[in-house]
């Protein structure tokens, strides 16, 4: 089948070329002309791994082909909407930009093709796209992405599940054939309880993590160890082993909360009260000073004080810094008077306005070096392999902060004694 994605950052870089794997002859474009050029030199905007590689083999056989002018888009059958929606600093979706594309391709769709969507936008919004479409005839639709960064690849080619709200039913057989390589698992409804079902899905994620956060932190208070916890409420078959149960850090990114705060804005229009999505976005807000406040304690006077931070990322296997977490905590202790160093496998140079605050290292031993404190802020894997333990030796004084409680399993018992996490006590 032939199939246009349009919107090449990690949402689209990523179907274009899983759905060029498997088969179909794909064409994306993008209105940035340097996304668009390093597409076509097989360079993804964003990390993700493997990803290089599998636009490298698609390009090469021809299977995925980038174009430059918005009237090639005239020969798909099928027209994928996939912009990463943009968050601000609030979590709050900036839902024109997706709009104003889409109202900018809408001239050039094929008047029999289907237009589908997997951009993060609020219900409501993809039956709305019809009064941008100057030929009524085409046919619209919402799948629900559900990738995950450092893991997108293989969520998309080997998935639980596809949702699929169509306009029409008669789209059913096209959309059973793109997925058809992937998975015949479809779940077939209307195109307002998909985009519902986005919402609702990451609105769950993001009150598990809430909840198990706020009993991480009575457990601290009472003697309880939150991962014992954990561990009890995952034999519980009414909840499961695989539930989104981790005591941890605060909500990042704006994945999960662009979504309850969609809900909170249906809500406030429609004039419902929705005290538990408010409560989310206020609790996950509060956590986000759990580490601040427990490295204060420990250190009250941060002059000076030498602070290691193992990981930048926002998370492992992707290379973006926005957004993220040790960067946000790196700066805060900086301005308190911390000499801040760094390690993280994915950045080799920081940003101009990052260099200033936090000293880059080139390894594990050096960023621990003469450092009286460290935080382990991005759970890469290599830093459960590497020889911690040795090499934390070469402190000024072994104080690791690990909200995650990552590190726990390659510490010496010397080293728990000041060994700080969500969670449990001293």
Not at 295 to 315: E, F, M, R
Request: proline share 4%; with cysteine.
């Amino acid at each position: 089948m032939k199939i246009a994605v349009v919107g090449l950052w990690h949402l689209g870089s990523v179907m274009s070329a899983c759905l060029a794997q498997a088969g179909h002859e794909v064409i994306a474009y993008d209105p940035d002309v340097e996304i668009r050029n390093n597409f076509q030199k097989a360079k993804a905007p964003i990390f993700e791994p493997q990803l290089d590689a599998l636009l490298q083999n698609t390009l090469q056989s021809g299977s995925l082909t980038v174009v430059q002018e918005m009237a090639d888009l005239q020969k798909a059958e099928v027209v994928w909407i996939t912009f990463d929606t943009p968050v601000d600093e609030s979590d709050i979706a900036d839902v024109a930009f997706v709009q104003k594309n889409i109202e900018a391709i809408a001239p050039y769709i094929d008047a029999k093709a289907l237009l589908l969507v997997s951009s993060q936008l609020p219900v409501g919004t993809t039956r709305a796209l019809k009064n941008y479409l100057p030929n009524k005839n085409i046919t619209v639709g919402y799948i629900p992405e559900n990738l995950r960064l450092g893991k997108a690849i293989e969520v998309f080619t080997r998935p639980d599940r596809f949702v699929v709200g169509l306009e029409t039913e008669n789209d059913r057989e096209k959309v059973a054939e793109i997925f058809r390589p992937l998975t015949t698992n479809l779940i077939w409804m209307s195109i307002e309880s998909a985009e519902m079902t986005k919402h609702a899905l990451n609105a769950f994620l993001a009150t598990s993590i809430v909840f198990i956060n706020e009993i991480a932190t009575l457990c601290e208070q009472v003697g309880a160890n939150a991962t014992e916890v954990e561990r009890g409420l995952k034999s519980e078959e009414r909840i499961g082993p695989k539930a989104y149960l981790r005591a941890g850090e605060a909500i990042a990114g704006g994945t999960l909360l662009r979504d309850v705060n969609f809900l909170n804005k249906i809500a406030k229009e429609k004039n419902i009260s929705a005290h538990l999505m408010s409560a989310v976005i206020d609790s996950n807000h509060n956590h986000k000073a759990w580490l601040l406040n427990k490295v204060q304690h420990v250190l009250p006077d941060l002059k000076n004080k030498v602070i290691a931070i193992l990981g930048l990322t926002y998370k492992p296997n992707t290379n973006t810094l926005r957004r993220s977490t040790a960067v946000d905590i790196a700066l805060r202790l900086n301005e308190m008077g911390a000499k801040i160093k760094a390690y993280d496998p994915m950045i080799q140079v920081l940003p101009e306005n990052l260099s200033s605050a936090i000293e880059l290292s080139s390894s594990i031993k050096n960023v621990l070096h003469e450092a009286d404190a460290l935080i382990l802020a991005t759970a890469w894997p290599e830093f459960q392999d590497a020889d911690m333990s040795m090499w934390l030796d070469n402190m000024n004084d072994v104080r690791i902060f690990d909200p995650c409680h990552f590190l726990a399993s390659v510490l010496n018992h010397s080293q728990l004694n000041q060994y700080y996490t969500i969670g449990k006590s001293l």
